[in-house]
């Protein structure tokens, strides 16, 4: 029968450790608690500007560019261009089931800016309308993205990437300025807000500028879509999506829809996919490590519980001859061994909480190792991990001297002084 | 689990009428196997223990009076032989059982008292009724009772450390006693103290043994011995005489 308040109490009478020892074992188990948490607040940080980061480009976004077909088709040879154009984004929109935005973009990689004295060869994009949301160009306050009119009415507006800008404008605010493009004044009307971007195609969306796609086809006289970019209502259905898009294309070009090569595709959930795994694979390796750390602490404490057991030894002989069972020898001591190891965990977590904030003051503006690595993160999965990795060592490094203790023979240990 | 015994259940069965012996043993021996050598520490020992009996068990070192105390005390188990405590084989109890036989039907007053010297005197004393889950509010009648009993009423804050040997030695008495065991086993309970505590020691074992208790003394103290009711010489691990002194 286990009486867990009988063994409290019995835990409360037992005989404490020397002051000293007991400080150190303490201590080792907070520093292997804090490197735990440290390294799985690292890891946790780096996943969620990662994730952030990924965001940057588009959620659930697949990028389509145009492509030559190398299946023959409906007695059509193989090695036709096939070229996307801006009325099929609507269509596409219409047609294919669980798209949630499609985006049409023309793009011309070396048109010249200029503002005053400066003229800068840069990316102008012209893109349909649904693309500000698809492609997450969010504008700073004091300045907006395109809308619907300057599509409709193919007005001359321009909306920049925030380094572009800063190249162009300096210090001054573009937006409600003038900018030629090619010799042709646009007025700026919004900036992007500053964000994170891992992925691109083109460039980084920092330092292109957006124009809407009618005004660009009237401009450079293009007639051909660059690329597509289509949304996914949910992750799952991407696959779907891209089969709608072909199949709605393949009936209007005439190509075989299992023709990959037609549109060359670059779908961003499978690389998402491949990325939460490594990042959890990262983040497992990161526990690895901490908890390994955290291990030496708990040899500390099997350590220290030897000790206990030994000098001991005597004081549990009395008791078993008093009638003790042996768990009620081995209990107070798995719960002593348990105390030392929660105290430090409780005392690691505290440092570890101190450091993030820490860590959290630090400036990281500009560099971008440390915008990656330098926002550890606490998470409540983080604390639950702690929590039973802790319990888990605690529970070990006390069982086996509290094994020891209950084969103790109070004969022997009763016979000599 | 036993049947549930309240202590007084444990003194009711200390004087109730001679049917069977508190102690039976017939034909024990301990044989220590150290790998090449086997030491006899006993050899083929029949002892009867009635109720209300005061005995002595005397020999000189080695001639087996520990192994045979550590026997009783059920803190060992035979090599071979039947020992029946109160009527039931103890031999083939789990280590359980064996504790609550200890806790509950033995007291052990040691040579060098064993109290443990974290605790107050009084937690000292409460220790086997912890062990025996008596609730907290009869463990400390039963603790202060005891503890006056020894005439010791005053010390239960002390630490056995802050206490003179023949106090230490009278508050293992006490905790002996908590659980009103059927017999209470002492080992040389004098060896460590001066003549006048060791005398006052045996005066409140006569004192205990005159209110019921059944006493079992191991001890080479032959003045002491003499004092018992009944003695028992050992030599090299056999009984060589056992007198009913007057």
Same mark, same amino acid.
């Given at each position: 029968?286990?009486?867990?308040?009988?063994?409290?109490?019995?835990?409360?009478?037992?005989?404490?450790?020397?002051?000293? =020892? $007991?400080? &150190? #074992?303490?201590?080792?188990?907070?520093?292997?608690?804090?490197?735990?948490?440290?390294? *799985? /607040?690292? !890891? @946790?940080?780096?996943?969620?500007?990662?994730?952030?980061?990924?965001?940057?480009?588009?959620?659930?976004?697949?990028?389509?560019?145009?492509?030559?077909?190398?299946?023959?088709?409906?007695?059509?040879?193989?090695?036709?261009?096939?070229?996307?154009?801006?009325?099929?984004?609507?269509?596409?929109?219409?047609?294919?089931?669980?798209?949630?935005?499609?985006?049409?973009?023309?793009?011309?990689? =070396? $048109?010249? &800016? #200029?503002?005053?004295?400066?003229?800068?060869?840069?990316?102008?994009?012209?893109?349909? *309308? /649904?693309? !500000? @949301?698809?492609?997450?160009?969010?504008?700073?306050?004091?300045?907006?993205?395109?809308?619907?009119?300057?599509?409709?009415?193919?007005?001359?507006?321009?909306?920049?990437?925030?380094?572009?800008?800063?190249?162009?404008?300096?210090?001054?605010?573009?937006?409600?300025?003038?900018?030629?493009?090619?010799?042709?004044?646009?007025?700026?009307?919004?900036?992007?807000?500053?964000?994170?971007?891992?992925? $691109?195609?083109?460039?980084?969306?920092?330092?292109?500028?957006?124009?809407?796609?009618?005004?660009?086809?009237?401009?450079? !006289?293009?007639?051909?879509?660059?690329?597509?970019?289509?949304?996914?209502?949910?992750?799952?259905?991407?696959?779907?999506?891209?089969?709608?898009?072909?199949?709605?294309?393949?009936?209007?070009?005439?190509?075989?829809?299992?023709?990959?090569?037609?549109?060359?595709?670059?779908?961003?959930?499978?690389?998402?996919?491949?990325?939460?795994?490594?990042?959890?694979?990262?983040?497992?390796?990161?526990?690895?490590?901490?908890?390994?750390?955290?291990?030496?602490?708990?040899?500390?404490?099997?350590?220290?519980?030897?000790?206990?057991?030994?000098?001991?030894?005597?004081?549990?002989?009395?008791?078993?001859?008093?009638?003790?069972?042996?768990?009620?020898?081995?209990?107070?001591?798995?719960?002593?061994?348990?105390?030392?190891?929660?105290?430090?965990?409780?005392?690691?977590?505290?440092?570890?909480?101190?450091?993030?904030?820490?860590?959290?003051?630090?400036?990281?503006?500009?560099?971008?190792?440390?915008?990656?690595?330098?926002?550890?993160?606490?998470?409540?999965?983080?604390?639950?991990?702690?929590?039973?990795?802790?319990?888990?060592?605690?529970?070990?490094?006390?069982?086996?001297?509290?094994?020891?203790?209950?084969?103790?023979?109070?004969?022997?240990?009763?016979?000599?002084? | 689990?036993?049947?549930?015994?309240?202590?007084?259940?444990?003194?009711?069965?200390?004087?109730?009428?001679?049917?069977?012996?508190?102690?039976?043993?017939?034909?024990?021996?301990?044989?220590?196997?150290?790998?090449?050598?086997?030491?006899?520490?006993?050899?083929?020992?029949?002892?009867?223990?009635?109720?209300?009996?005061?005995?002595?068990?005397?020999?000189?070192?080695?001639?087996?009076?520990?192994?045979?105390?550590?026997?009783?005390?059920?803190?060992?188990?035979?090599?071979?032989?039947?020992?029946?405590?109160?009527?039931?084989?103890?031999?083939?109890?789990?280590?359980?059982?064996?504790?609550?036989?200890?806790?509950?039907?033995?007291?052990?007053?040691?040579?060098?008292?064993?109290?443990?010297?974290?605790?107050?005197?009084?937690?000292?004393?409460?220790?086997?009724?912890?062990?025996?889950?008596?609730?907290?509010?009869?463990?400390?009648?039963?603790?202060?009772?005891?503890?006056?009993?020894?005439?010791?009423?005053?010390?239960?804050?002390?630490?056995?450390?802050?206490?003179?040997?023949?106090?230490?030695?009278?508050?293992?008495?006490?905790?002996?006693?908590?659980?009103?065991?059927?017999?209470?086993?002492?080992?040389?309970?004098?060896?460590?103290?001066?003549?006048?505590?060791?005398?006052?020691?045996?005066?409140?074992?006569?004192?205990?043994?005159?209110?019921?208790?059944?006493?079992?003394?191991?001890?080479?103290?032959?003045?002491?011995?003499?004092?018992?009711?009944?003695?028992?010489?050992?030599?090299?691990?056999?009984?060589?005489?056992?007198?009913?002194?007057?």
């Amino acid at each position: 029968m286990f009486k867990p308040w009988l063994v409290f109490q019995l835990f409360l009478r037992s005989s404490r450790v020397q002051k000293k =020892r $007991a400080f &150190l #074992t303490v201590a080792a188990i907070a520093w292997g608690s804090l490197s735990l948490v440290l390294l *799985l /607040a690292f !890891g @946790e940080g780096m996943k969620r500007q990662l994730t952030r980061a990924q965001a940057g480009l588009g959620t659930d976004i697949a990028i389509m560019w145009p492509g030559e077909t190398t299946l023959p088709w409906e007695g059509l040879p193989a090695g036709r261009p096939i070229r996307p154009r801006l009325e099929d984004v609507e269509m596409l929109a219409e047609r294919v089931e669980h798209v949630s935005g499609v985006s049409g973009e023309m793009t011309n990689y =070396r $048109a010249p &800016l #200029t503002y005053g004295r400066t003229t800068i060869n840069g990316r102008v994009t012209g893109a349909s *309308l /649904a693309y !500000g @949301e698809l492609r997450n160009h969010l504008a700073a306050s004091g300045g907006r993205f395109l809308n619907i009119l300057d599509e409709k009415l193919r007005r001359r507006v321009i909306f920049l990437g925030w380094t572009l800008a800063e190249d162009l404008y300096g210090e001054e605010d573009p937006v409600g300025r003038t900018l030629l493009v090619d010799d042709v004044p646009y007025t700026v009307v919004g900036v992007m807000e500053e964000k994170l971007q891992m992925g $691109a195609y083109g460039g980084p969306d920092e330092d292109h500028a957006v124009i809407p796609i009618t005004t660009f086809k009237t401009q450079f !006289g293009r007639d051909f879509l660059s690329n597509l970019v289509v949304q996914a209502d949910r992750p799952e259905s991407m696959t779907a999506v891209l089969e709608g898009v072909r199949e709605v294309l393949a009936a209007k070009y005439g190509f075989d829809p299992e023709d990959e090569r037609a549109l060359p595709t670059w779908n961003t959930v499978e690389g998402a996919a491949i990325m939460g795994n490594m990042l959890l694979g990262i983040q497992l390796f990161l526990g690895i490590i901490g908890g390994l750390t955290l291990f030496v602490g708990g040899i500390g404490v099997a350590n220290i519980m030897y000790a206990v057991v030994k000098e001991r030894t005597k004081e549990i002989g009395v008791k078993m001859a008093l009638g003790a069972r042996s768990r009620w020898v081995t209990g107070p001591l798995v719960l002593e061994g348990l105390t030392y190891t929660l105290l430090g965990g409780v005392l690691g977590l505290i440092m570890a909480t101190g450091v993030v904030a820490l860590l959290e003051l630090l400036p990281t503006g500009g560099n971008e190792a440390l915008e990656f690595l330098g926002k550890p993160t606490l998470s409540l999965p983080i604390a639950i991990a702690t929590a039973a990795i802790l319990g888990l060592i605690g529970l070990l490094a006390a069982y086996f001297p509290a094994r020891r203790a209950s084969l103790v023979d109070p004969a022997e240990t009763l016979r000599y002084e | 689990m036993s049947e549930p015994q309240t202590p007084t259940g444990a003194a009711a069965r200390a004087t109730e009428p001679d049917t069977q012996p508190l102690i039976h043993m017939s034909g024990i021996s301990k044989i220590y196997d150290t790998g090449k050598i086997q030491v006899e520490a006993l050899l083929d020992i029949d002892l009867d223990v009635r109720n209300g009996e005061f005995l002595s068990i005397v020999g000189p070192s080695g001639s087996g009076k520990s192994t045979l105390m550590n026997l009783i005390g059920c803190l060992d188990t035979p090599t071979a032989g039947t020992y029946e405590l109160q009527g039931e084989p103890v031999s083939g109890m789990t280590r359980t059982e064996l504790a609550d036989v200890r806790n509950r039907r033995i007291g052990f007053v040691f040579q060098n008292f064993n109290l443990i010297p974290q605790i107050s005197t009084w937690e000292n004393v409460e220790m086997p009724l912890l062990f025996g889950r008596v609730g907290k509010k009869q463990r400390r009648e039963r603790v202060e009772e005891l503890l006056e009993k020894v005439g010791l009423a005053d010390r239960g804050e002390h630490k056995p450390t802050e206490l003179s040997g023949g106090q230490m030695q009278r508050v293992a008495i006490a905790r002996a006693l908590a659980m009103r065991p059927a017999l209470l086993l002492a080992d040389e309970p004098t060896g460590n103290l001066d003549s006048s505590s060791g005398g006052d020691i045996m005066t409140l074992f006569e004192e205990l043994w005159r209110q019921g208790h059944t006493m079992v003394v191991i001890t080479h103290d032959l003045a002491l011995a003499q004092r018992t009711k009944r003695r028992i010489e050992l030599h090299d691990g056999r009984i060589t005489q056992d007198s009913h002194s007057k």
